[in-house]
């Protein structure tokens, strides 16, 4: 299977699992790409790579200020290996400046070099809001109540031309209760205050909607079948894993059966466990192997050919809402006097009376 996958020198290559669709590897991915891809050679490379936190993790991330000059040269590898019509999707957290309540910068300067240095095109940038996430940085948001929770990561979608190929027929969203009564009550084209002018088209019931670039989607495993079987071998789950539903979106947006993905810091490998149900063909790379035998359990059962969806065909669509409140709703209470050096003395059980 891996010499199927690779484009180059894959003779005597050993993978660390193989699959009917996919393989992966305990290898550096940067040497990893260098060595066994040929030039526009792959579909797609969807990942989360190491976050460049101020703080270190057990993953390897590097820190915020040095991150451009380790990511360049995976970008530069990244724009090789992509055929023109595939695509690049990084999904990238933020992080706080050390010591104060202010944001780095830095996934937005990673987006800017991928840009200006090495030539990708900006398609669309994506927002994962994870309605389950703790209220962090907690200093800030729970001690010192001085910011909002930090629940958002944000996604770029980069690729090396204007027009990778692309449908959001794909990944269509279901209609709200009130656009569902819109088609139903019928609506007069009309022209907005704003300048746009509503046709009669946008009456017709298409049977679904086409998707915002915010996706909401909780980060709450707790009890899944590679979570078990980690527990069951005594191995140490990745502890920065994105749900399937994260990569799926974009492999289904994206890709067609049997084009190949990359996954360049697999971790416990969820993009080729997705990749496997979907029937593309897949590669995985890890550097340490620790993960990589958890992994093992997202294949130990197979992908059934019929597990196409997180939902079954009779689950209630309200399951599969997550409503965000209107900021005004508790508006209408006493206003906390502001502290005129904007929190940074820290004193606790600061509690409205």
């Not at 398609?123 to 209220?135: D, G, M, R, S, V």
């Not at 049997?258 to 890890?286: K, M, Q, Y």
Request: net charge positive; charged share 25%.
């Amino acid at each position: 299977m891996s010499q199927q996958l690779l484009a180059r020198n894959a003779s005597m290559l050993e993978a660390y699992n193989t699959t009917k669709y996919g393989a992966m590897f305990l290898d550096d991915a940067l040497e990893f790409m260098a060595e066994y891809f040929t030039e526009s050679s792959v579909d797609l490379i969807v990942t989360s790579p190491p976050f460049g936190l101020v703080r270190k993790k057990k993953y390897g991330n590097v820190d915020a200020d040095e991150y451009l000059k380790w990511f360049k040269p995976f970008g530069l590898e990244f724009k090789r290996i992509l055929k023109p019509s595939g695509s690049l999707v990084i999904d990238i957290g933020g992080a706080w400046i050390p010591g104060q309540p202010t944001r780095s910068l830095y996934h937005y300067e990673l987006a800017i070099m991928l840009s200006k240095k090495i030539g990708f095109y900006l398609a669309q940038e994506f927002f994962w809001w994870n309605p389950a996430k703790l209220p962090t940085p907690a200093e800030w948001v729970t001690v010192r109540r001085i910011r909002a929770k930090d629940a958002v990561d944000c996604i770029w979608w980069f690729s090396p031309t204007p027009w990778p190929k692309a449908s959001n027929r794909r990944v269509l969203a279901p209609y709200s209760n009130s656009m569902r009564g819109l088609l139903k009550k019928g609506y007069r084209p009309k022209l907005r205050p704003s300048g746009h002018d509503i046709s009669a088209k946008f009456s017709v019931d298409n049977g679904a909607a086409i998707p915002a670039n915010l996706i909401a989607v909780p980060n709450t495993e707790s009890n899944s079948y590679y979570l078990r079987y980690c527990r069951k071998h005594g191995l140490p789950p990745h502890p920065a894993r994105f749900p399937a539903a994260i990569p799926e979106f974009f492999i289904r947006m994206l890709t067609d059966p049997g084009d190949l993905v990359l996954g360049p810091f697999a971790g416990s490998c969820v993009t080729g466990e997705v990749c496997e149900r979907l029937r593309r063909r897949w590669i995985c790379v890890e550097v340490v192997e620790e993960y990589l035998k958890g992994a093992l359990g997202r294949f130990e059962k197979g992908a059934h050919p019929k597990q196409e969806s997180l939902f079954s065909a009779d689950t209630s669509r309200e399951q599969g809402w997550y409503k965000v409140f209107h900021p005004a709703l508790l508006w209408n209470g006493r206003e906390e006097p502001l502290l005129s050096d904007g929190g940074k003395t820290r004193i606790l059980n600061r509690v409205k009376k």
